[in-house]
């Protein structure tokens, strides 16, 4: 029993660096640009295409497809916060959410039209590996899309907390008027900011391929899960949703074990009523004054 514990483990650790990732951004652009982005998992859905046909045509492998999609969800996160999110910031928030719904519901039916319902996946030469040890197995590109997750997600932490431009967004989070009082350009902090959250979830979707399904709603399912993420580890704490992201995943994997794995997504979101009940700034999150 005790081996199928470990195993549980490893299996909910593996996937908490993917939730991690996904959440990070969501969680940055919510706690700087105090909107809710809908559309998050439409970026992601985004990423995992880009990655799709990149390998399709051209056979670049999904970690080197990094190098495209990197750049190219920097570019979409800017161009989004620009033209849909700025001229709403002074708007009631229900028409952001109203905006960002739509724009999830548009990127879903475009990716219908274009790519169809069909699931697409990659098949790489590691993509059937496992490391096995002690009667436990691991799959490598799990492993692999782990590592490079946590990493993403560490160097983000470390850009914000030693970086110039990290303290300046830092600062428009903590108190907006008093950073445009020191000079800080707020709009250009926005874009970058906004850029940085669909970048962190660009390349959740490229590393995802490997061992996922593309498909156009793909993004509603991780959308979901990011959610909870975010809400559990405090929607204001970068730390509190990494940390998070393999406690959801941690549970996703003993639930599904012990429960059923129809039940996954209900049992923490059991826990994510109890943390809004009990605890609403989250596990790490400020309380607002």
Request: net charge positive.
């Amino acid at each position: 029993m005790s081996r199928v514990i470990i195993q549980l483990i490893i299996n909910g650790l593996l996937a908490g660096g993917i939730y991690a990732l996904v959440s990070i951004g969501l969680c940055l652009i919510f706690g700087v640009v105090e909107v809710i982005n809908f559309a998050h998992g439409e970026f992601l859905m985004l990423g995992m295409y880009t990655t799709y046909w990149l390998f399709y045509f051209f056979k670049i492998d999904p970690y080197l497809s990094l190098l495209i999609v990197i750049p190219l969800s920097f570019l979409i996160g800017v161009i989004t916060q620009r033209v849909l999110i700025q001229p709403l910031l002074d708007a009631p928030p229900l028409n952001q959410i109203f905006v960002t719904m739509g724009l999830s519901i548009l990127l879903q039916n475009v990716a219908l039209i274009l790519w169809k319902a069909t699931y697409r996946t990659i098949k790489t030469t590691y993509s059937s590996w496992f490391i096995k040890s002690g009667g436990l197995s691991i799959s490598f590109p799990r492993l692999l899309a782990c590592i490079v997750a946590s990493g993403i997600t560490v160097a983000l932490l470390i850009f914000l907390k030693k970086t110039y431009v990290g303290k300046a967004i830092r600062a428009i989070a903590q108190d907006k008027r008093g950073a445009t009082l020191m000079g800080i350009n707020v709009h250009r902090m926005y874009q970058l900011t906004f850029g940085l959250g669909t970048v962190c979830v660009g390349i959740a979707g490229a590393i995802l391929m490997p061992i996922y399904y593309a498909f156009p709603t793909v993004g509603l399912l991780f959308c979901l899960t990011a959610f909870a993420v975010v809400i559990v580890g405090g929607y204001n704490s970068l730390t509190g949703a990494f940390i998070a992201g393999f406690v959801i995943g941690l549970i996703e994997s003993f639930s599904g074990f012990f429960i059923s794995p129809h039940l996954q997504q209900g049992v923490y979101f059991a826990i994510v009523i109890l943390v809004l009940l009990f605890k609403p700034s989250g596990l790490l999150g400020l309380k607002e004054s």
